[in-house]
């Protein structure tokens, strides 16, 4: 059976480690990006079902790197059928409210929190549905 | 003291200090974000240790315990950022404002049951002071305090002064609760860490105390005896144009 495809946008190594571990131990493809830039190219070229993407990418000093907010964007106008997953360790209730309406947006996990099963879970029941 | 004079934080009115404030929330926010990162990663590491250890984890109770301080510790971490942001990582506004406005406020939040009796003593004329939902919050966590030491009933007393001499508006919360021994007293303004929270809100004395520091303020305790009640008196700086 082909494994679906999930894409892990996180500028930091140690959360896309993570995540991408817990995804592929529950057997699902994983890849990862370490900025938006790098993420829109691997959008750009293959084919995802999820993105897992932080919602904090920008560095307040790199004015060319955009956030996780405009990947959804990105991906709502180009790629519609890949579902967005959003996370983020500090959240800013409009700015997660706002992606939500913008469509395209399916779950959303607080770093610092997270329930490392209901992720698990959470993207397992995108991919069937997908 | 020298009075400390407290302007408004309208951008137009003082635009040095609003983009002061304005780059320190930003600051702040970003330092809130990086420590939520990675206390959130510390908590996942542990979770999937419990779940892919489960085992172990059952048959080794030190190492269930350790797994737990190391929890309960992150968790305490975590909801003081929480605070932290809450408090400060957006800029501060006021308006000036009474003081009697801001008590009659947080007293009406801290909801004392009939069997308190609340007395607001409040001069008239008294100099108003910037109004912020920090200072309502330090009011109320004061109000909440003292009902809660007052189980069975009892007097919450509210006085407002100005005091002449140092240009400060000196408020008062005296209850007659059950009072703190000694070795409470030695910690009240230590750091609040606790899961428990009083009322919805959280708030220690600490926090409370770091607070009305940054605004030009202050917070002492009085006197408190067992048995018989506690006293805190907080200072403001007054608002003056």
Sequence with gaps: ?????????????????????????????????????????????????????????????????????????????????TKAILVTAYPAPEVIRDAFRSGGVVDFFFKGNIDPGEFVSCVGKILKCS | MPARTVPSHEPENDPKRYRMETSL?????????????????????????????????????????????IEDTAAQVLSLTDEFKLSFASPETGEPVSVKTLLTQALYDSAPPESVTVVLDVGEGLPDVIGTKNLVDV????????????????????????????????????????????????SLFQPYFSTK???????????????????????????????????????????SK
């Design chain 1, 1 to 81: 059976m082909k494994n679906p495809s999930v894409l892990i946008v996180d500028d930091e190594d140690r959360w896309r480690d993570l995540l991408e571990k817990l995804l592929c131990r529950a057997g699902y493809d994983c890849r990862t990006a370490g900025s938006s830039q790098e993420a829109i190219e691997m959008l750009t070229v293959g084919s995802y079902k999820v993105a897992i993407v932080d919602i904090r990418l920008t560095d307040a000093f790199n004015v060319n790197d955009v956030g996780g907010i405009d990947i959804v964007n990105w991906l709502r106008c180009t790629r519609a059928e």
């Design chain 2, 25 to 69: 929330s930003l600051l702040i926010g970003r330092y809130v974000h990086s420590l939520n990162g990675l206390i959130g990663f510390i908590r996942a590491e542990v979770k999937i240790l419990r779940m892919e250890r489960s085992e172990l984890v059952k048959q080794d109770s030190a190492l269930a315990g350790t797994l737990a301080k």
């Design chain 2, 139 to 186: 009011f109320r966590n004061l109000c909440t305090n003292a009902l809660e030491a007052m189980p069975d009933g009892g007097k919450l007393e509210i006085s407002v002064k100005v005091n002449q001499g140092e240009d400060r508006v000196e408020v008062s919360f005296t209850d007659t609760g059950r009072g703190m021994p000694s070795h409470v007293v030695d």
């Design chain 2, 197 to 239: 929270r009083q009322k919805g809100h959280g708030l220690g004395l600490w926090w409370s105390k770091a607070y009305l520091e940054s605004i030009g303020g202050n917070i002492e305790l009085l006197w408190s005896e067992v048995g018989k009640g506690t006293s805190f008196l907080v200072s403001l700086p007054l608002f």
